[in-house]
């Protein structure tokens, strides 16, 4: 049991030996259901793949997210995950695969490639997977970091728990040195110049 | 070296070699389509030469050049027992690329099978006797020869019509302070006045993070 002091109305921190209850709406508690509770689809077709599986394994672990359980079929899944080169001949499978999903639905695209086509721009490559499918969240980077797309996962999530369905862009983070001596004093553990 | 097996190539279809090199140790003959399938057989049979291996087959557009045999079909062939290599060439195609035919070496190897359709595939050109002459790579809905040096590069045929939204070509802004904001943040439904964020960092909450952002933007 506790007290949190914000700034505003003090919070009272129900112990888990004592009873309580809280009130919320129903849309936004189905909402915090489904963020928590996504099961992937992922659509893996390139390089990008390997990217994936890191993100998976242990360092990056995606299981802290609520995200963990792949489901290789579509009639499970909820989250398709298009990580890769989508050709114009893997197409219509895509395309099949997200309308075999159920509601609610979500695509999170994962890589340059299916973002918008990447360096492909050539009459083998779709320019990414909007063309095709509605998409939520678009990770850029060739490959991504992992980061980037844990952050892309976090997006969505926020999404879900708004109720937002509008594209959204994992955006790069600053470079935390912008010049020389803020490098030097970064690797000196000092803190930054101002 | 291999300029033995270009003498003996030589020697067995007098008039039918057009030209032979052997630059930068790549011994090559250009044969006249009409023996094509001959001389494959003869390197492949012929004790001296014995050919056992079919390395690659593929085909050139010298478009740029404006050679009235188009194409130039190149096959790569090794012999394990005498470890040599050749290259055999031959020129087909005119200058729209029409008749381009050669005849298929599936019959002398077997591993042609999918070099040949993957150059009619991608060329346009028509191996006579193949046993299953169809595409490789692209769709069969495809119109054209994608690696012809006259079809655009860029070109798509797609197989389903594009979704009809707007904004399909452009991707939303990339600016440091556009686009929607990273998931880090309270979710909160938005309240005003004092504690309106729990952590207190507007910034924060908003997703942009205080410092260098605002400084660039």
Redesign the interface.
């Given at each position: 049991m506790g007290e949190m002091k914000a700034g505003g109305p003090s919070t009272r921190v129900v112990e888990g030996s004592e009873h309580g209850f809280a009130t919320t709406r129903v849309d936004a508690l189905l909402n915090w259901a489904k963020k928590y509770s996504l099961f992937q689809y992922p659509f893996v077709t390139a390089c990008c793949g390997m990217e994936y599986m890191a993100m998976a394994s242990p360092r990056f672990d995606m299981a802290r997210f609520g995200a963990e359980v792949p489901r290789f079929s579509p009639r499970q899944a909820d989250l398709l995950w298009v990580v890769g080169t989508i050709s114009q001949r893997q197409a219509p499978a895509l395309r099949r695969i997200y309308e075999q999903m159920a509601d609610p639905k979500w695509v999170l695209a994962f890589g340059t490639c299916a973002s918008c086509g990447g360096f492909y721009d050539n009459y083998t490559t779709v320019a990414g997977i909007d063309k095709v499918i509605p998409c939520d969240v678009y990770v850029p980077g060739c490959p991504p970091r992992p980061e980037a797309v844990l952050d892309g996962l976090m997006l969505l999530q926020d999404k879900i728990a708004r109720g937002d369905r509008t594209p959204a862009i994992v955006k790069p983070r600053e470079d935390p040195a912008q010049t020389t001596e803020q490098l030097i004093a970064l690797q000196r553990k000092e803190r930054s110049l101002p | 070296m291999s300029k033995k097996v270009l003498e003996l190539l030589t020697a067995q279809f007098p008039g039918a070699v057009l030209e032979t090199h052997s630059q930068f140790g790549d011994d090559t003959a250009v044969l006249d389509p009409a023996v094509w399938r001959d001389a494959a057989l003869f390197l492949r049979n012929d004790p001296r030469t014995l050919m056992n291996m079919f390395v690659d087959l593929t085909a050139v557009d010298y478009l740029w050049r404006g050679d009235v045999p188009r194409f130039e079909v190149v096959c790569h062939l090794r012999s394990l027992e005498r470890n040599h290599r050749v290259r055999i060439k031959a020129r087909v195609g005119d200058e729209e690329g029409n008749g381009a035919e050669i005849d298929s070496i599936v019959p002398v190897w077997k591993g042609a099978n999918w070099f040949e359709r993957e150059c009619y595939d991608l060329l346009g050109i028509v191996f006579k006797g193949h046993p299953d002459l169809r595409r490789i790579l692209?769709?069969p809905e495809f119109e054209g020869h994608?690696l012809r040096k006259d079809?655009p590069?860029?070109?798509?045929?797609?197989?389903?019509p594009?979704?009809d939204?707007p904004n399909?070509g452009k991707?939303?802004p990339?600016g440091?302070d556009e686009?929607?904001s990273?998931?880090?943040?309270s979710?909160d439904f938005a309240r005003s006045?004092?504690?309106?964020?729990?952590?207190?960092d507007e910034a924060v909450s908003n997703g942009k993070?205080a410092?260098?952002?605002e400084e660039?933007s």
């Open positions: - | 692209m769709y994608p079809y590069a860029n070109r798509i045929q797609p197989l389903i594009f979704r939204v399909t991707l939303p990339f440091p686009g929607m990273f998931g880090r943040q979710h006045g004092p504690g309106a964020s729990i952590d207190g993070r410092g260098a952002l660039r």
